[in-house]
């Protein structure tokens, strides 16, 4: 079982910055995929960023490639999205992610942080 808590997010104004934190408790953190997830309202949840157990190369929503850059400390068993040159349109609540080696999806997900980009 994976526990999963974001951290991070707030208010900021178009062009600012953030850096939203996720911290994992449990067992093999190194071993899973973390991925980073959000939801606009009345959205649908949308894929962001997902990190190998490794940590060597993030994969990106192709929408976002260039701003967001995700990364991981597996010692800390932590991982991070840094979002840079925010934009109104990336509102939304963040959530992270885990899925286990060889599952085809995402088995745990934290509760969330709310971003939220004024104009």
């Known amino acids: 079982q994976v526990q999963l808590v974001e951290s991070g997010g707030g208010l900021v104004q178009a062009g600012a910055s953030l850096r939203l934190s996720c911290a994992a408790s449990?067992?093999?953190?190194?071993?899973?995929?973390m991925g980073w997830f959000r939801q606009a309202p009345g959205q649908l949840r949308e894929f962001v960023a997902s990190?190998?157990?490794?940590?060597?190369?993030?994969y990106y929503s192709d929408s976002l490639k260039g701003r967001f850059a995700g990364s991981r400390d597996n010692a800390k068993n932590t991982v991070y999205l840094q979002m840079n040159s925010l934009e109104p349109d990336d509102t939304a609540v963040y959530y992270c992610a885990a899925r286990a080696p060889h599952s085809a999806r995402y088995d745990y997900w934290g509760q969330g942080t709310q971003v939220t980009v004024s104009s």
């Open positions: 990190i190998p157990n490794t940590g060597t190369r993030t």
């Open positions: 449990g067992p093999n953190f190194s071993s899973y995929t």
